[in-house]
């Protein structure tokens, strides 16, 4: 069984603290590159080819992309899985020199944002009463804690900003502190776990955005079949939340958190965020539970 407490493990009591480093990063000003290469080559990752090893994740990758043209951080990017000759970091994390190789089964980045001003912050290996920020999770994935996306959110919150516009994670064995509460409501606990889901890098935001709790159409909340109904005429909560702000004037999504609950609820009838509000329910849907709209 898990054990919580407030003191650390003789296991953990040589780690080093990490400082949190915060670096500039804009919320609302940003630079996208379309198939964006180093050495000459577009940028993958091994993944779905090699799911463990030492490389870096198509995120880690983004944002080491972006840090290396000058700017603070990834906003944002897209994939496609492929065959292809691509340039990838030897390394995890974002951390290692760039090697071009190919494969027949490539996570490619085919496009990625980067925060190109100052108006937001990136946090690297963020930290809370001197110990970085995690969750308990894979360890205890139920119960009184917060999920990654609420810890990031709270940490965000707790420094003065509006939220949290991405985050990157790390399983691994470490002392940490994280939430004692669900949802990002609770005190700070520090405590050790030889498995746990450390965030490595916060992205906050801090703008005009406006974010909706519980958004409605039609008097009943937004959702999507999903995982229902994995494949057809309905749209994934991506297009969802996008379509939802657009509705309401905004120019489009900035973030959105979900649940897996029974709920009557609003979806959209088509694809790719296009169609008509209809109302039902069901026992399994993909709420949204917060959308945040990009204002301006």
Not at 70 to 84: K, L, P
Not at 109 to 121: A, D, N
Not at 165 to 189: H, K, P, Q
Request: proline residues 4%.
């Amino acid at each position: 069984m898990l054990r919580r407490s407030s003191g650390l493990p003789s296991l953990f009591v040589s780690l080093l603290f990490v400082v949190g480093f915060a670096s500039s990063a804009s919320a609302d000003t940003y630079q996208t590159y379309v198939t964006p290469k180093v050495n000459g080559y577009q940028i993958g990752t091994w993944l779905p080819n090699q799911p463990t090893g030492n490389f870096s994740s198509a995120a880690d990758t983004a944002r080491r992309f972006c840090q290396d043209m000058g700017h603070s951080g990834a906003q944002s990017f897209t994939t496609a899985i492929r065959g292809s000759a691509y340039t990838y970091i030897v390394g995890t994390n974002g951390v290692g020199p760039w090697n071009t190789t190919g494969n027949s089964n490539v996570t490619m980045i085919e496009t990625v944002t980067c925060f190109t001003s100052s108006s937001g912050i990136t946090y690297t290996t963020p930290t809370v009463n001197g110990y970085q920020v995690g969750t308990i999770q894979p360890n205890y994935p139920t119960g009184n804690f917060s999920t990654p996306a609420d810890t990031a959110r709270r940490f965000c919150q707790d420094q003065g900003r509006t939220g949290a516009l991405s985050f990157t994670t790390a399983i691994r064995g470490s002392a940490y502190t994280y939430i004692v509460g669900t949802n990002g409501v609770g005190a700070w606990n520090t405590t050790g776990n030889a498995n746990v889901t450390m965030l490595e890098t916060i992205a906050c935001f801090n703008s005009t955005d406006l974010t909706y709790t519980t958004p409605t159409v039609n008097g009943y909340q937004v959702g999507t079949i999903q995982p229902n109904q994995p494949t057809g005429n309905f749209s994934t909560p991506t297009d969802t939340a996008r379509r939802f702000c657009q509705d309401l004037g905004h120019i489009g999504v900035r973030s959105f958190t979900t649940a897996i609950r029974g709920s009557a609820y609003t979806y959209i009838v088509g694809t790719n965020g296009v169609g008509a509000w209809n109302t039902t329910g069901n026992a399994n849907v993909t709420m949204l539970e917060t959308i945040t709209c990009i204002t301006q």
